[in-house]
């Protein structure tokens, strides 16, 4: 009897009335929140449902305004399963908007949603008799532990442990921050900033670059080519950083400030601060030209061409395919200037006819050091590739 007195004193019953009101203060309390204190741990607490639960429960109650269309659970998976659906669509509709998928916007966006959804429903509830109002009660009564059958017993422990491991994983994941990816942004752009008009074609007369091609007809009368590197450091600390210059895997001087100098900088950048330079680069060596004597079919190694003047081992050499408009890049291994041979060190993937214009690209790549060590390893680096021709005899 005792027993009996004790679980009823221990009944619980939480009635929710002016939910949507309450739904609609917590939503406005969660944006003062972020606004004014944007570390704060309540964000959090408050953000799980505000994301998780109110914008579902909102446009539940504006679907289903009356007690009687929907039971408590079915309301309840309802305003889970509804808030899951809108949140990304609304990040889905934000994306293609000027304010993108930020924390203020989509804040601000489902907060109105929550608003209006909210709005419609007191709207049509108020349509209804008092009785017939959508008014959620929730009893608990705590069940007899010793009158629960064994089954029973084993299925509330391992519930218990879920909840338990549930709560602890959430717990570890707001306490423990995860821990940010460490890298540095390197990059280079063409003419006016642009990913696009990187010098492209070199004319030389002597040992002096003289003229440079930008594509199509952007053609200047300079002595170096020029592009703009950027550096953005986000590895969580200060960082020293230099810039040079190869050429087919050879050291070339870069151009800044008025001046030739074998690196750029150093460039000391704190966290998360970055920085453009203007920079020029001018090629040594003019590119060798050739044509092939006798067709080279696919899987070939060899090429037999017209001449092999200015081609060396680890040379890179375009051969145009001229039946399939497209481009074959390889790389050459070694070149018999007795018998005019050229060969790779891949074989040919495309079939060339005789005559097929056989010519020498350039390699420049910007290498990025960290603390004076090489940051990007191999085909990392960033690269472009060029021509060098030799200015026509007067």
């Known amino acids: 009897m005792a027993t ?28 003062i929140i972020i606004v004014f204190f944007p570390s704060s741990g309540m964000r959090i607490i408050l953000g799980l449902p505000f ?27 309802l305003s889970f399963g ?14 293609y908007t ?31 008799p008092q009785e017939e109002r959508l008014n959620i009660s929730l009893r608990l009564r705590l069940p007899s532990w010793r009158d629960q059958p064994r089954v029973d017993k084993i299925l509330y422990l391992g519930l218990a442990v879920v909840i338990l491991g549930a709560v602890g994983v959430l717990s570890y994941v707001i306490v423990v921050p995860k821990a940010e990816e460490e890298f540095t942004e390197f990059y280079i752009m063409g003419l ?17 670059v003289v003229q440079v091609s930008y594509g199509g007809d952007r053609v200047f009368e300079e002595e170096f080519g020029g592009v703009t590197i950027g550096i953005v450091n986000h590895e969580g600390e200060e960082a020293s950083y230099q810039v040079k210059a190869q050429i087919n895997g050879k050291e070339v001087r870069l151009w800044q400030n008025e001046q030739w100098m074998d690196e750029v900088g150093p460039i000391v950048l704190a966290d998360e601060e970055d920085q453009e330079l203007d920079i020029g680069f001018a090629p040594r060596e003019i590119c060798g030209s050739s044509s092939l004597v ?54 040919l ?12 690209y350039q390699k420049v790549e ?26 026509p005899q007067e």
């Open 349 to 360: 993937r495309y079939d060339h006819e005789e005559g097929t214009a056989v010519t020498e």
């Open 294 to 347: 006798a067709a080279a079919l696919q899987g070939e190694r060899e090429m037999v061409v017209t001449q092999v003047e200015r081609f060396e081992a680890n040379d890179y050499v375009q051969i145009k395919v001229a039946d399939k408009g497209t481009i074959e890049f390889a790389q050459v291994e070694e070149v018999d200037a007795d018998g005019s041979i050229i060969k790779l060190n891949t074989a």
């Open 366 to 391: 910007f290498v990025l050091y960290k603390n004076g060590q090489p940051y990007f390893e191999g085909d990392e680096s960033l690269h472009l590739w060029i021509t060098v021709s030799e200015a």
């Open 82 to 95: 509804l808030s899951i659906a809108v949140v990304p669509l609304a990040g889905l509709i934000l994306n």
């Open 4 to 31: 009996l007195r004790l679980r009823e004193r221990l009944q619980m019953k939480a009635k929710l009335e002016n939910k949507l009101l309450m739904i609609v203060a917590i939503s406005i309390l969660l944006t």
């Open 192 to 208: 006016e900033g642009k990913e696009e008009g990187y010098p492209t074609e070199f004319v030389m007369a002597g040992d002096r």
């Open 98 to 128: 000027p304010w993108g998928i930020k924390l203020y916007p989509i804040l601000l966006s489902l907060a109105l949603f929550i608003l209006v959804m909210s709005g419609i429903a007191w709207y049509r509830q108020t349509k209804f």
């Open 51 to 77: 994301l998780l639960f109110f914008p579902g429960y909102a446009l539940v109650a504006a679907l289903f305004p009356r007690r009687s269309d929907l039971d408590g659970i079915e309301r309840v998976a």
